[in-house]
């Protein structure tokens, strides 16, 4: 049965245990479980953990889910849009672990990292073209605006990979779990957070140019180049977040 909210369900038991250990989760955890689906990780999560908050928007699902997990006292079905649920709500902190549907991935992955002092990580089944993206380092061909915007705020890890045969319906393509740990503050000494994404997607637009092509709508761009001690003639995917970090702030004045 395919839903209307393009989630593909994944079933097989071992993947989903599989995922719930490199979740690490504990007995002193809570856990958001984004898209619980039929309830079966749901079930398998409750078995590890204090409390599991699973967000659920299809109320023709949550019906069933309720009725499944009410012998799980630890369990709270909530039928809610996870890209508008109010996170700031849940007591103390928490951890997210989700098979995300994947037009939604990159507009959740940012909504969560909103309340990225609430999380202390996250688990996700992710398209695995996107998760290569997300976990992609300096040099390679998925290196871009995604990889940057996430690795400010998280260390994340791709851990194995899912073939789309093992979901019903099948997707187009094959997915993969990531695991982030989530860092409360930004690891680095940065002027201005919402110039330095400015910066990177204006460079990755661009990404065949060098850097001084890319940025040359900076005014002061050959300047900055020099002040940050980056090779001008380098392309945007050779630039580390530290380079971009530091071109930003040299650029910021």
Same mark, same amino acid.
């Given at each position: ?62 019906? &069933? ?29 928490? &951890? ?9 991935? +990159? ?10 002092? &609430? ?31 996430? /690795?400010?705020? +998280? ?7 899912? !073939? ?37 997607? +204006?460079?990755?637009? /661009? !990404? !065949? ?36 970090? !530091? ?7």
């Amino acid at each position: 049965m395919r839903r209307p909210f393009g989630q593909h369900f994944l079933f097989d038991p071992r993947i989903l245990k599989k995922i719930i250990d490199c979740s690490r989760v504990t007995s002193d955890d809570t856990v958001i479980e984004i898209g619980p689906g039929h309830g079966i990780m749901t079930k398998l999560l409750a078995e590890r953990v204090k409390k599991v908050i699973a967000i659920e928007i299809d109320k023709r699902l949550t019906e &069933k889910l309720k009725e499944l997990l009410s012998i799980n006292k630890n369990v709270e079905v909530i039928i809610a849009d996870a890209l508008k649920f109010p996170y700031e709500t849940i007591k103390g902190k928490f &951890k997210v672990v989700a098979n995300i549907p994947y037009y939604i991935t +990159t507009p959740l992955l940012f909504r969560l990292l909103e309340f990225r002092e &609430k999380i202390i990580s996250m688990t996700l089944l992710l398209q695995k073209e996107v998760a290569q993206r997300i976990v992609a380092s300096p040099g390679n061909k998925d290196y871009g605006v995604l990889s940057v915007s996430v /690795q400010l705020y +998280t260390k994340p890890t791709l851990k194995f990979l899912v !073939r789309k045969g093992a979901f019903s319906p099948p997707p187009d393509v094959d997915s993969a779990v990531v695991h982030f740990e989530v860092c409360p503050q930004i690891l680095y000494k940065l002027k201005g957070e919402e110039f330095l994404l400015k910066v990177v997607k +204006t460079a990755f637009s /661009q !990404r !065949r140019k060098t850097i001084s092509n890319s940025l040359r709508s900076f005014k002061n761009i050959k300047e900055a180049l020099i002040e940050a001690g980056i090779d001008s003639k380098l392309r945007p995917e050779m630039l580390s977040i530290e380079d971009f970090i !530091r071109l930003a702030n040299a650029l910021m004045g």
